[in-house]
């Protein structure tokens, strides 16, 4: 798994109710709908039903990149983390989606079992297996509302000053 116990010493940390907590905020996420929404890469990001946590599809290079100095980051967190300002990140997620053949999918979620699909039309079916990863970080940006963007500007914004 992707530093599974780390995660987990994080969200023990840093939530109030622990994993189980964190587990239930996930249950239900609605796509993020600001204009700005995935940036340069078009990345998929998401949104927690209770809006503290934040889902977004990164590419492999930047899981692996992740990876590779997640000791470092640990090691800041569990030292700093309370008064720090850098995001908290709660978990990281791979998503396999493999055809089966007959129009089944199976799809698996970083070693927590896997589920087979028979409704996926033809047409969405993957042809070949197919690897989707995800990071969950807090949300710090929980004060944005409405049409702000990531910046919290919108396209309605006056400079009052005249400036």
């Known amino acids: 798994s992707h530093a599974?116990?780390?995660f987990h010493a994080m969200r023990a940390r840093f939530i109030p109710g622990g994993h189980a907590a964190f587990v239930l905020s996930l249950m239900n996420c609605h796509p993020w709908s600001l204009p700005s929404t995935g940036g340069k890469s078009n990345a998929y990001f998401s949104k927690s039903h209770c809006g503290k946590y934040v889902v977004k599809q990164i590419s492999p290079?930047?899981?692996?990149?992740?990876?590779?100095?997640?000791?470092?980051?640990?090691?800041?967190?569990?030292?700093?983390?309370?008064?720090?300002?850098?995001?908290?990140?709660?978990?990281?997620?791979?998503?396999?989606?493999?055809p089966m053949g007959g129009g089944r999918t199976k799809a698996a979620l970083g070693g927590m079992g896997s589920?087979?699909?028979?409704?996926m039309s033809q047409s969405r079916a993957p042809r070949e297996r197919k690897e989707m990863h995800f990071v969950v970080t807090e949300n710090v940006l929980g004060f944005v509302v409405g049409d702000d963007d990531l910046r919290g500007a919108n396209d309605s914004t006056a400079n009052v000053d005249g400036d």
């Open 115 to 119: 589920v087979t699909g028979k409704n």
């Open 61 to 98: 290079t930047e899981f692996e990149s992740f990876l590779e100095f997640a000791g470092a980051y640990f090691g800041f967190m569990a030292e700093h983390g309370a008064s720090s300002l850098m995001a908290k990140v709660f978990g990281m997620f791979t998503i396999t989606i493999a």
């Open 4 to 6: 599974e116990v780390e």
